[in-house]
C-alpha cells in the first residue's frame, strides 16, 4: 500500500497570511495527487487535481505543486471561509489519503 | 451537472449488515466510477472500494475484502454499499464519490454522507 504523511497535522494562522501544506508519499506516484478541503459536517471538496490543476470554480489563491513522492498545497492569502482541514490523496494504485491538516485561526 | 444523494441515518447492531445507497442525477450514469470512502468519528478519510457501473468491475481496500460488496443498478442510476459482520469501529460517516472516466483519480461529485452507527 502507498503511505502518504501530511505535514503539519495542524496549523495556526491568519488571514491574509501564506500557508503551505506538504505531502509525502511512501512511493512515486507521478503527478497522481489531489488535494480537498474539508469543513465540519461536510463532504470534501476537490481543491486541485494532478498535483497542480486547479478544479474549476476553486479560487486562484490556491495552488499545488510537486511530483514523485513530494508535494505541496498553498494558500496565498487566507480567508476567513479557508479554515477548515485539508487532505491529499494519492490516485496512483488504488487511493490513500493523508491523515490531514487542520487549519485553524491564530 | 451530476449530484449524488445518499439514504438516510442507519442504526444497527454488532454483527448484522446495513447497506447505503447513493443515487446518481444527471451526467451518464455507467460511464464514471463511483468509489466509498468513510470518515470515523474526528478521524480521517478511507478509501473503501469502488465501481464502473459500465463494466460492473469492481475494486475493494484490502482492509475490507470480503466484508464489503459495491453494485450498482442502473435501471435507477444507483449505487448501493454493502458492510457486513459490523462492529463499533465501523460507526462512521460514508461517502459516495465520482470519478470521471478518463481523469487522474479525483473524486470530483461527493455524496453528503450517511451517518452509520453500530452499537448494541
Known amino acids: 500500500d502507498i503511505q502518504m504523511t501530511q505535514s503539519p497535522s495542524s496549523l495556526s494562522a491568519s488571514v491574509g497570511d501564506r500557508v503551505t501544506i506538504t505531502c509525502r508519499a511512501s512511493?512515486?506516484?507521478?503527478?497522481?495527487l489531489n488535494w480537498y478541503q474539508q469543513k465540519p459536517r461536510k463532504a470534501p471538496k476537490l481543491l486541485i487535481y494532478?498535483?497542480?490543476s486547479l478544479q474549476s470554480g476553486v479560487p486562484s489563491r490556491f495552488s499545488g505543486s510537486g511530483s514523485g513522492t513530494d508535494f505541496t498545497l498553498t494558500i496565498s492569502s487566507l480567508q476567513p471561509e479557508d479554515f477548515a482541514t485539508y487532505y491529499c490523496?494519492?490516485?496512483?494504485?488504488?487511493?490513500?489519503f493523508g491523515q490531514g491538516t487542520k487549519l485553524e485561526i491564530k | 451537472q451530476v449530484q449524488l444523494v445518499q439514504s438516510g441515518t442507519e442504526v444497527k447492531k454488532p454483527g448484522s449488515s446495513v447497506k447505503v445507497s447513493c443515487k446518481a442525477s444527471?451526467?451518464?450514469?455507467?460511464?464514471?466510477?463511483i468509489n466509498w470512502v468513510r470518515q470515523a468519528p474526528g478521524q480521517g478519510l478511507e478509501w473503501m472500494g469502488g465501481?464502473?457501473?459500465?463494466?460492473?468491475?469492481?475494486n475493494y481496500a484490502q482492509k475490507f475484502q470480503g466484508r464489503v460488496t459495491i453494485t450498482t443498478d442502473e435501471s435507477t442510476t444507483t449505487a448501493y454499499m454493502e458492510l457486513s459482520s459490523l462492529r463499533s469501529e465501523d460507526t462512521a460517516v460514508y461517502y459516495c464519490a465520482r470519478i470521471k472516466s478518463g481523469s487522474r483519480g479525483d473524486m470530483d461529485v461527493w455524496g453528503q454522507g450517511t451517518t452509520v452507527i453500530v452499537s448494541s
Open positions: 465501481i464502473i457501473p459500465m463494466f460492473g468491475r469492481t
Open positions: 494532478a498535483a497542480s
Open positions: 444527471g451526467g451518464t450514469f455507467g460511464t464514471y466510477a
Open positions: 490523496q494519492q490516485s496512483y494504485r488504488d487511493y490513500t
Open positions: 512511493q512515486s506516484i507521478s503527478s497522481y
